[in-house]
């Protein structure tokens, strides 16, 4: 049986793997409330399922994942006043990727993806990816990295039954609703008190943002939306599509030229 946990190989055989050509992706998440009916880890237990499906479709070893992310928003995650949010400056995700991404490139790998799942820590994850492409570049290396949300290798017929059943809810204000509470109940059933799911409307926010962040008149669950009718069956519907579709996307963009690239998901 292949092993597609970095952490569980001998360095021998990590290094033949590499040698291969083995693309190596590595889990962002966060640490963060997601209402009172996830845990905290959520993001981090979905981004490592998703790497988990990719690997079944290709050639890709899972390092060990980032747990920990840029400080939550009110507009995407209802702030980081929260108990158990606890987060990493931008300096120091960005110190804590690029060390990572220049150690495996140090040891041979050539394909690395950072696949993300915690939107606040998107541009701190470039600015890793872009620091280290320009090393990659003065030391004439053919190694390249890959940044993704993975979240965007949901395919739109996809999204169209998360909408059914959310009604419509922006990527934005699904914090805690139905498309990860229902990838939840798929991955880790056991983490989900569904005795604590309440009805909710989703939150409505200005375009703009104030500092310092003020929680007043937030949900008091934490969730931007509601998780209701989320179910176990249509958590693995999205985590297949999203895991099988990031290994399609990730194979090409390693693989074809830049013009070849640019192909719908579905």
């Not at 190596?24 to 959520?42: D, I, M, W, Y």
């Not at 490139?105 to 872009?130: P, Q, S």
């Not at 030391?139 to 998360?162: L, N």
Request: glycine share 6%; with cysteine; net charge negative.
């Amino acid at each position: 049986m292949t092993v597609n946990m970095l952490a569980e190989l001998p360095w021998s055989e990590y290094a033949e793997r590499l040698e291969a050509g083995a693309t190596v992706l590595v889990p962002v998440g966060a640490n963060e409330q997601h209402g009172h009916h996830l845990p905290l880890g959520t993001d981090t237990v979905e981004v490592m399922a998703a790497c988990r499906v990719a690997a079944d479709h290709g050639d890709f070893l899972i390092a060990p994942p980032i747990a920990y992310g840029y400080a939550s928003q009110i507009r995407s995650a209802a702030g980081n006043h929260w108990p158990g949010n606890i987060s990493l400056q931008s300096s120091t995700l960005v110190a804590v990727v690029s060390d990572v991404v220049r150690s495996l490139i140090r040891h041979g790998a050539k394909r690395i993806a950072v696949i993300n799942a915690h939107y606040e820590n998107t541009w701190y994850l470039v600015d890793a990816c872009e620091q280290v492409s320009k090393e990659i570049v003065q030391a004439g290396s053919d190694a390249r990295i890959v940044a993704m949300m993975c979240w965007d290798a949901v395919s739109p017929e996809v999204w169209r039954k998360v909408d059914a059943t959310s009604g419509n809810v922006p990527l934005d204000l699904a914090h805690a609703g139905v498309l990860e509470t229902s990838a939840m109940l798929h991955i880790a059933e056991e983490q989900v008190h569904e005795d604590r799911v309440q009805e909710a409307e989703y939150v409505t926010f200005p375009p703009y943002d104030v500092f310092p962040q003020d929680p007043t008149g937030l949900p008091e669950t934490g969730s931007l939306s509601s998780p209701s009718g989320s179910t176990a069956d249509l958590g693995r519907t999205i985590v297949d599509d999203m895991g099988t579709n990031m290994a399609r996307l990730l194979i090409e963009a390693f693989e074809k030229p830049a013009t070849e690239r640019h192909v719908p998901l579905r």
